[in-house]
């Protein structure tokens, strides 16, 4: 694990799209005229005559995304979390979900670590509504790596996806050679007997930071690393439930519809475990730092350790 | 085709309307018929299409924005051949391909799903973008009711459209002059049409729907109009050819009972045959 690489997820996503659209010559990518944030702009500007900048309009460019998938063009819309599953979520699921078009969507900007501008642009809610689509497939990467590895999944596979990527840098964790990348596949990424953290985003380096410390004290944490909210790796998560016996969840998202909502759906079937939900809890953010406002909510490190002791009771 | 020939056809279209709302108990005949003179010229004469071969790659592309009439559609996609006319029947039932609205997943000859008003020009939009960027010549054309106009996203698509320079574009307007809650100039009205869709650079054609001389001649123009995408206002009756339903907004989304429609099939058994007669 390295610890001083810091990088935001939205700068792997440009990155990504530049290096998939030598590969691919039928990948496009879609802005509502924030390329510059969505940092997309690497693209257009290696791929001009590729990139279409739909102005300020969302809805209508997810369905133009729609259009271009039918004359065999891969789109990746870009616009920020809210906007993209928020304003166009109707479009999203009427000219994307339901036909199971082969539109991608990368949603910038996910989350309260969007910071200064506040509440307005902090979505804690894309999880929840894309979750809810039949067909779609829902991403959050935890760090560079994870997030270029998902937007090549997202082009390996075919029907609609959804990836969520933040604007703040956060460590990269996942640097390791045997990382291997999957659509539905999560990854523990540190053993543990007493409790599991499931995480996604942001919030795995958290959680991992939070075993660190929980180790020292004689509490043994396993983690879990969720990129892929959907489709599910309920097997996985199941198998470490039963193990434990006691499972907390992270994310930075509403509490209500997204990972943690996920996970008890799985749980609740097969291994009807305690659950405490890390997140939102059902509250806007507000303007801040990315750093103080993740203290603040208890998403970091720290905040993360807080609440796993008070809810193993230790 | 000739427009008599023309006329026989949109009849049978507007017979397959009227048989498939019946028999489904629910639908939306009116925008349907007003706009059957349209379908019909699109697919028996405009467009370059393969019934056999529904999903021919360099086909023209046909997204029906206002996707509630979409009885008219599939009534044009049957006579067309594309699926057996006597499948009209099973309009909305359970276990029919024939869906309320649009589905390009299960419905031969469908391009685009639809319903949700204001969606289906930005896919259109976007389709005919595609070509643009594949370096393909096909064209595409999209149907939009005039309350349909109302939508924001209808503006976002036609600034894109224009601001694009989208030639291979045609936006049809049926404009029937009515939407569910009434006039559509009564309700919030989007007139006017022609000035509107000039301002967001279109080249525009206003058209009596139901004159195929009028209909041939506009979508010609629009073919030959390069550097801008063609809007044609296709002034229309709504329920055109059934005399209990023109110009009734209460046939918007209703379908007729057993008395209405034998009514409704001897108006049209009667202008078959004054066509025949011609």
Redesign the interface.
Same mark, same amino acid.
């Given at each position: 694990m390295s610890e001083v690489k810091k990088i935001a997820t939205r700068e792997s996503y440009g990155n990504a799209l530049v290096e998939l659209g030598a590969e691919y010559p039928n990948l496009v990518v879609l802005d509502a005229d924030l390329a510059a944030a969505t940092k997309t702009g690497v693209f257009k500007k290696a791929y001009p005559d590729r990139h279409i900048d739909c102005g300020i309009a969302e809805c209508n460019m997810v369905g133009i995304a729609a259009g271009l998938s039918t004359t065999g063009l891969i789109p990746f819309v870009s616009s920020f979390a809210m906007f993209a599953a928020g304003r166009a979520f109707e479009q999203v699921r009427n000219s994307v979900g339901y036909p199971h078009l082969n539109v991608k969507i990368g949603a910038t900007h996910a989350g309260i670590t969007v910071g200064e501008d506040g509440a307005s642009h902090q979505c804690n809610e894309d999880i929840a509504l894309m979750r809810t689509i039949p067909g779609m497939v829902v991403m959050c990467p935890a760090d560079d790596i994870e997030a270029k590895a998902a937007v090549r999944a997202a082009v390996e596979h075919e029907g609609p996806v959804f990836i969520r990527f933040g604007r703040a840098a956060c460590p990269v964790i996942n640097d390791r050679p045997d990382y291997k990348f999957e659509i539905g596949k999560g990854t523990v990424v540190r053993e543990g007997t007493d409790v599991t953290i499931v995480a996604t985003g942001i919030c795995v380096g958290s959680a991992l930071e939070a075993a660190e410390k929980l180790a020292e004290e004689g509490v043994s944490a396993e983690v879990i690393n969720i990129c892929t909210i959907k489709p599910l790796d309920e097997e996985l998560i199941v198998a470490s439930a039963k193990k434990t016996g006691k499972v907390v969840t992270a994310e930075e998202h509403s509490v209500i519809g997204g990972l943690g909502s996920a996970v008890c759906d799985a749980l609740c079937k097969a291994a009807p475990v305690p659950v405490c939900k890390i997140g939102m809890q059902d509250v806007f953010g507000e303007s801040g730092s990315a750093a103080a406002l993740v203290e603040k909510y208890g998403l970091d490190g720290a905040g993360v350790y807080k609440t796993v002791k008070e809810f193993i009771g230790k | 085709m000739e427009n008599l020939e023309l006329q026989k056809k949109a009849n049978e279209v507007r017979k397959g309307i009227v048989t498939a709302v019946h028999s489904a108990k629910a639908g939306h005949p009116g925008g349907s018929l007003s706009a059957a003179d349209v379908y019909t010229y699109l697919y028996f004469e405009e467009m370059n299409i393969d019934p056999a071969n529904p999903k021919m790659e360099d086909r023209d592309?046909f997204?029906l924005s206002k996707g509630h009439t979409a009885p008219g559609l599939y009534s044009t996609l049957a006579n067309r051949g594309f699926f057996p006319v006597e499948d009209l029947t099973t309009l909305r039932k359970l276990g029919s391909y024939l869906q309320g609205h649009p589905? #390009?997943?299960h419905i031969p000859g469908v391009? #685009?799903?639809s319903?949700?008003l204001?969606?289906?020009?930005?896919?259109?939009?976007? #389709?005919?973008?595609?070509?643009k #960027?594949?370096g393909?010549d096909f064209r595409v054309y999209t149907l939009l009711g005039d309350g349909e106009l109302e939508e924001?996203?209808v503006w976002?698509?036609s600034?894109?459209a224009g601001?694009r320079k989208l030639d291979n574009l045609v936006v049809i307007v049926d404009n029937n002059g009515l939407q569910i809650d009434g006039k559509i100039d009564d309700v919030c009205s989007p007139y006017p049409i022609d000035k509107k869709f000039e301002a967001f650079n279109f080249h525009v054609i206003n058209v009596d729907a139901h004159d195929f001389d009028a209909l041939r001649s506009a979508f010609k123009e629009a073919r030959e109009t390069k550097g801008m995408p063609t809007a044609i206002i296709a002034h229309s009756l709504k329920g055109k050819g059934v005399s209990f339903m023109e110009g009734s907004v209460d046939w918007h989304g209703k379908a007729p009972n057993d008395e209405q429609y034998a009514v409704a099939m001897a108006d049209l058994e009667r202008i078959g045959e004054e066509l025949c007669q011609k």
């Open positions: - | 592309r997204v589905d #390009m997943k391009d #685009m799903s319903g949700s204001g969606q289906g020009i930005s896919a259109a939009v976007g #389709m005919a973008l595609g070509a #960027m594949n393909k924001g996203q976002e698509a600034m894109f601001h």
